[in-house]
C-alpha cells in the first residue's frame, strides 16, 4: 500500500497510528507529494512503478476547506482563494488518476475512489466555491468512469465516488464522527469483485446515492456478483 501526501511527517505518523491500531504497516511505502504539482506527480508514479507494475486501487482524498470570505464568498472571495480550492478540490485529483491511469491500466482491471461530500449536493450559503468543487468532483468520478470504460475495454473499471460524512480530520477537528468510520465502505469498493458499480455515488453508512444523470446503484453491494 502506498500513502501520499504533501508532508512527509504527517505520513509518518499514519504510519505510527496505524501501528498502534495493529494494523500491519512494514509493507506501507510512504511517497510524498503534492498531487497539483504535474512534476512531484510524475516522480510519484515512478517511485510507485518500481515497487509494482500494477496499481490496483487509488482513493482521491485530498481537499481544502472553504476559504473565509464572510457569508458571501461567491460574491467576495478572491480569484487567488477561488483558483487555490478548485486547483486542490478538483483539478489534482483529475491529475493524480491521469498519472496513474498507465499503471492502474497494467493490470486485469482498477478501482478509483473519489471523496467526495454532501456539500456536492448542497447549496448552503456561505460556502458556495466549496459546494461547487464537490459537485465537480462528483461530476468528475462519473464522467471518468463513462470514458475509462471506452478507454480500456476489457478491462474491470470500476470508478466511484463516496462520502465520508463529517468526519473528524485535520480540516474539521469540531467533528465527534471517527475518520475511520469510512473505511468499510472504502474496502468494500476497492475490493468489489469484477462487475461491481461504476460511476455511482455511495454514502459510508450504505446509501446509495444519486446525482444529476448518475442514478443510485441498484444492486446489494454485498451481494456476489
Not at 28 to 51: G, K, N, P, Y
Not at 102 to 129: H, Y
Not at 164 to 170: L, S, V
Request: charged letters at 15%.
Amino acid at each position: 500500500m502506498f500513502l501520499t501526501g504533501r508532508r512527509e511527517r504527517m505520513l509518518r505518523e499514519t504510519l505510527r497510528e496505524g501501528s498502534v491500531l495493529g494494523i500491519g504497516v512494514d509493507e506501507c511505502v510512504t511517497v510524498a507529494a503534492d498531487i497539483s504539482e504535474e512534476s512531484q506527480l510524475a516522480d510519484a508514479v515512478d517511485a510507485i512503478s518500481r515497487h509494482v507494475s500494477h496499481l490496483h486501487g487509488l482513493v482521491n482524498c485530498a481537499a481544502l476547506p472553504q476559504p473565509d470570505a464572510g457569508p458571501f464568498p461567491l460574491s467576495k472571495q478572491s480569484l487567488q482563494a477561488w483558483s487555490e480550492l478548485m486547483r486542490t478540490n478538483v483539478t489534482a485529483q483529475w491529475l493524480t488518476c491521469r498519472f496513474a491511469l498507465p499503471i492502474m491500466a497494467n493490470g486485469d482491471g482498477f478501482r478509483v475512489i473519489f471523496m467526495s461530500s454532501e456539500a456536492g449536493w448542497a447549496s448552503t450559503p456561505g460556502f458556495g466555491p466549496y459546494n461547487v468543487s464537490k459537485s465537480a468532483v462528483n461530476t468528475l468520478g462519473a464522467s471518468l468512469a463513462a470514458e475509462c470504460v471506452t478507454h480500456f475495454p476489457g478491462l474491470d473499471v470500476q470508478i466511484n465516488v463516496l462520502v465520508p460524512g463529517e468526519a473528524r480530520t485535520e480540516m474539521n477537528r469540531g467533528s465527534v464522527e471517527s475518520p475511520y468510520s469510512v473505511v468499510s465502505m472504502a474496502l468494500t469498493l476497492l475490493s468489489h469483485p469484477p462487475g461491481g458499480p461504476n460511476g455511482h455515488m455511495f454514502h459510508r453508512d450504505g446509501r446509495h446515492l444519486a446525482f444529476g444523470e448518475s442514478s443510485a446503484y441498484l444492486k446489494n453491494l454485498l451481494a456476489p456478483a
